[in-house]
């Protein structure tokens, strides 16, 4: 009892003991260190408009939407402190006072309007062009506000505008400066660019004037180490502080490491398998998409290959966003395969073991990267295995993210592809909208299914403009279910997100949407 009144008499005139719990005294953040990234490939180049996946990780941390969303999926003040929705198709965004461009250069609401008119520029057309083709218009109006006009009512507006593939502002002055931003970015974020080592590495340094306050860590120092057994040894002796995407098979050895904690979080992120409708025998042979997709058992590929952090996908909508339906996916049944293309006239005339048809034969060419996403290298070699039991050859590439990028989304050279996509807004629209409407679909943008249908456009319009939720949800939903009737894609799974960090980083966020969780601002080292 003395001693318990003796540790209350402590408590009480605020001295802390040292055999008081370390909870009564957190350690406060603390400025300084070098927060290094072990990477899966190097990146294209530091230009938002001509660059994404690996590059997207360095770059969210120097450039910055309007807006932004908290781990919830809360709508938050960023470039941008308040916002207003004016009419159906107009909405004002007042611009913070004193914002200024790594370069010096003020970011104000003139600044923004000549960021947004370098988006939409066709002249110099980019990857990223189609996600901004709803907006009409930007322009700076008096007391440093923007006044934004999109081309129809779209209640998709403010997700959008949080998401880096069509909302991040830079400076465009720099940008006619130098032709471009690839090597000499500029932007509003809490880190700018300090200096990259081709094939090495990259590095930030602290922006000490951001808007936000500086933040906490001198240098980010992005290094690039494709094989994941490089990286985990890295991260186990401490010369990387975090990897993303670690492998289920290491977790045990990672998660009994004193110095590493891994977290599990959800991840808005779709999985697929796609075929490029542009080749004449995938498009003018649905039976042999039937086939492919009746052919391939993706609750074996979740189970055995993506394991503990993967979900059987349904729908190429997220099974956790508003308005998702069951297409009528998963289906595996080899035996119903072989007999729809033996029904169609589909016979291994020669008996090499691939079907064929007058002048046509099965024999496919099917690319994915492994850089991306370590795992697309196994799941495209199921697939193959799968499909050769069938009669279907499959010519299998598997290349770095800049080949695959150049193969498959500039060139179209796919008969199929591995396909995974961020969906930052998480609802039908980004899902659907940007692989199957034709605005996406030439070459260079992301509807790599290269679908360019009217049918398919007039739905996806009609339901990203109307104003009934109800009529929006029908419309996506029979959009889902089409995907399953006619073949069209091949969702494989949904995924959590694995980060391994080493347990001297602090305040490491766990966002759903991946710009969002490899933003650093807030971090700092024990």
Request: with cysteine.
């Amino acid at each position: 009892m003395k001693s318990l009144i003796v540790l209350l008499l402590v408590l009480s005139v605020g001295v802390v003991s040292p055999f008081v719990s370390p909870i009564l005294a957190q350690e406060k953040p603390k400025y300084g260190g070098t927060l290094t990234i072990g990477m899966e490939a190097d990146i294209e180049n530091l230009d938002p408009l001509f660059s994404g996946g690996p590059s997207m990780r360095v770059w969210c941390n120097m450039y910055e939407p309007l807006i932004g969303k908290d781990e919830k999926g809360k709508l938050i003040p960023l470039l941008a402190d308040k916002w207003e929705r004016v009419d159906a198709t107009h909405w004002k965004f007042h611009i913070r006072n004193g914002v200024k461009f790594h370069s010096g250069n003020p970011c104000d609401a003139k600044a923004v309007e000549e960021s947004y008119a370098r988006m939409q520029n066709p002249s110099k057309p980019h990857s990223h062009y189609a996600f901004s083709k709803w907006i009409k218009s930007v322009k700076a109006i008096e007391g440093n506000w923007i006044l934004m006009e999109t081309g129809y009512p779209f209640s998709g507006t403010t997700d959008y505008l949080t998401s880096s593939m069509c909302a991040v502002i830079v400076d465009a002055k720099q940008a006619e400066k130098h032709g471009d931003l690839m090597k000499y970015p500029s932007g509003t974020g809490p880190f700018m660019f300090d200096k990259w080592e081709l094939g090495q590495y990259v590095q930030l340094k602290r922006n000490d004037n951001h808007w936000g306050g500086k933040p906490y860590i001198e240098f980010l120092k992005f290094r690039f180490m494709p094989e994941e057994a490089t990286r985990i040894m890295a991260l186990k002796k401490g010369e990387v502080d975090i990897i993303f995407k670690t492998s289920v098979p290491m977790l045990d050895d990672l998660r009994k490491d004193p110095n590493v904690v891994v977290h599990k979080y959800p991840y808005l992120r779709v999985n697929a398998m796609e075929f490029n409708l542009s080749k004449p025998i995938i498009n003018n042979h649905p039976e042999v998409r039937k086939a492919i997709t009746y052919a391939i058992d993706t609750k074996a590929i979740t189970k055995d290959i993506i394991g503990e952090i993967g979900q059987v996908a349904d729908s190429i909508v997220l099974g956790i966003s508003p308005g998702h339906v069951s297409a009528g996916f998963p289906v595996y049944d080899p035996a119903k395969s072989k007999e729809i293309l033996a029904m169609s006239g589909w016979k291994d005339e020669d008996n090499d073991g691939v079907l064929e048809k007058g002048n046509e034969k099965l024999e496919f060419e099917f690319i994915t990267d492994y850089t991306r996403d370590y795992r697309n290298r196994e799941v495209a070699q199921a697939i193959q295995a799968y499909l050769k039991k069938i009669g279907v050859k499959i010519n299998l590439q598997i290349v770095m993210r800049g080949p695959y990028t150049d193969l498959v989304v500039n060139k179209l050279s796919h008969d199929l592809c591995i396909m995974g996509w961020q969906v930052p807004t998480n609802d039908p629209d980004w899902a659907m909208y940007t692989r199957f409407h034709s605005d996406f679909q030439n070459p260079g943008g992301w509807g790599t299914p290269c679908t360019r249908r009217a049918d398919i456009d007039y739905v996806l319009y009609r339901a990203r403009t109307t104003t009934d939720p109800k009529e929006k949800d029908q419309l996506f939903g029979f959009m889902q279910r089409m995907t399953f009737d006619q073949n069209l894609i091949l969702p494989i799974y949904y995924v959590n997100e694995l980060t391994s960090v080493r347990k001297r980083v602090q305040s490491f966020m766990k966002h759903p949407e991946e710009m969002f969780s490899q933003r650093y601002a807030k971090v700092w080292l024990k």
